[in-house]
């Protein structure tokens, strides 16, 4: 079977979508298809129109030219055009058997245009609404007049596709509600590749001097510092934190939009001297980050992103065994069980991060349950092996033969 993959972006990129791409390309190789991958304009200027990347190829598209690229909502329809004409060419190059369209739907429409022109099924696999992820990024407001374009725009692309994917049961719930079949939704679950993950090691001391938290307790996050993150409620929490266990440290590593609001609020917090801002690190440097840390902070904030969407942390943090809390919404709900793999608090309320932070401090017997309870959940269940078979059914059915397998 072959099958022709159109991203929003890609490695070498990183980012929770790049690194769930490359899962999920490296798995469906595995049961023997053949993948083909091209990005969208979002990738950025690449130096080459084609580009190998960990023994993957991926197809490179220019940006848009022109006023319109210059101008808002011109820019989307000048990056559609861009990649419905570059999409158009390779899949004429590769002939694939499906067109497997992800978000956002920026992907989605050029990506069924070419295929009804050229007679190819076209599924389409949401990771999350692109209206949603406006309001996040201050763009919109929900219920405005872009608001509802947005979604009316993902709600044609989800009746257009010959098949829906999505990650998580609460996308699913939603697209179902718009009147989708629920025969024609299937969710490929987040996952890990467990072999990917080392258990924790002991912190490196040298990095510990160097970020000055040799003999501190670390409460930590690594990632983006996205606003639903909610890692200002994890700021709001500290001072709390600090009148019980004046030795704790908060270890911020990443980067993103809200940075500088962070420190700002630091600062006013009057606990500066407490949050290590340690920027970005390279990938492969990551792990040495987590191993300092005793506990991870997913504090994301109630909406509804973060209500439906599932994300990636929380598994990553059990295939190494750490221990962490969460935020109740339901994308973390939906993958922690609250006190057998991790510990979940009342979303919104810096009272609560800040109390189950402590009650988990202070109750080491729980740790090694968690910990291991984390890690068979990771091996057994949440596995790229296990999401990536939930394709096998809905590609064969539209490709009406088993033997490409």
């Not at 939603?174 to 002991?202: C, H, M, W, Y």
């Not at 704790?248 to 962070?262: D, H, I, R, T």
């Not at 969460?326 to 810096?350: C, I, M, P, R, Y």
Request: hydrophobic residues 40%; neutral net charge.
């Amino acid at each position: 079977m072959r099958i022709l993959h159109v991203l929003d972006h890609s490695i070498p990129l990183h980012s929770g979508y790049t690194f769930r791409t490359a899962s999920i390309l490296r798995e469906q190789r595995a049961l023997g298809w053949d993948t083909f991958h091209i990005t969208s304009p979002k990738q950025g200027v690449t130096k080459a129109t084609e580009e190998s990347i960990d023994g993957l190829h991926f197809y490179r598209t220019a940006g848009g030219t022109g006023l319109m690229a210059e101008l808002p909502v011109g820019r989307e329809v000048a990056l559609m055009k861009a990649l419905e004409k570059r999409l158009e060419q390779v899949a004429r190059i590769v002939e694939p058997d499906i067109i497997h369209a992800h978000s956002p739907v920026l992907n989605a429409l050029p990506a069924l245009k070419v295929g009804h022109k050229l007679g190819i099924p076209v599924v389409y696999e949401i990771r999350a609404f692109w209206e949603d992820a406006a309001v996040d990024h201050g763009t919109t407001n929900q219920g405005s007049l872009r608001y509802r374009a947005t979604r009316s725009l993902e709600t044609r692309a989800i009746q257009r596709a010959d098949h829906v994917f999505t990650i998580c049961e609460g996308l699913r719930a939603d697209i179902v509600a718009r009147g989708i079949a629920s025969s024609k939704v299937t969710v490929i679950p987040n996952a890990v590749n467990v072999e990917s993950f080392q258990l924790a090691s002991p912190p490196d001391p040298a990095l510990l001097a160097k970020l000055g938290l040799t003999g501190s307790t670390v409460i930590g996050f690594i990632g983006s510092f996205y606003a639903y993150e909610g890692l200002d409620l994890l700021l709001d929490a500290l001072p709390k934190l600090l009148q019980a266990r004046p030795d704790v440290k908060l270890l911020l590593v990443g980067g993103g939009s809200q940075e500088a609001n962070l420190r700002q609020q630091a600062q006013q917090l009057g606990v500066a001297d407490k949050v290590v801002f340690a920027g970005r690190v390279p990938h492969q440097e990551v792990t040495k980050y987590y191993d300092l840390i005793q506990v991870l902070a997913y504090p994301r904030h109630p909406m509804r992103l973060t209500e439906l969407v599932t994300p990636l942390k929380p598994l990553e943090a059990m295939a190494q065994g750490q221990l962490f809390v969460a935020s109740d919404v339901g994308g973390h709900k939906e993958l922690v069980q609250h006190n057998q793999t991790g510990v979940l608090f009342n979303a919104g309320s810096a009272d609560a991060l800040a109390q189950s932070l402590l009650g988990l401090l202070d109750n080491p017997s729980l740790w090694p349950v968690l910990r291991a309870n984390g890690r068979e959940y990771v091996e057994n269940v949440r596995n790229w092996k296990n999401s990536v078979a939930n394709y096998v059914g809905p590609y064969e059915a539209l490709t009406g033969d088993s033997d490409k397998r």
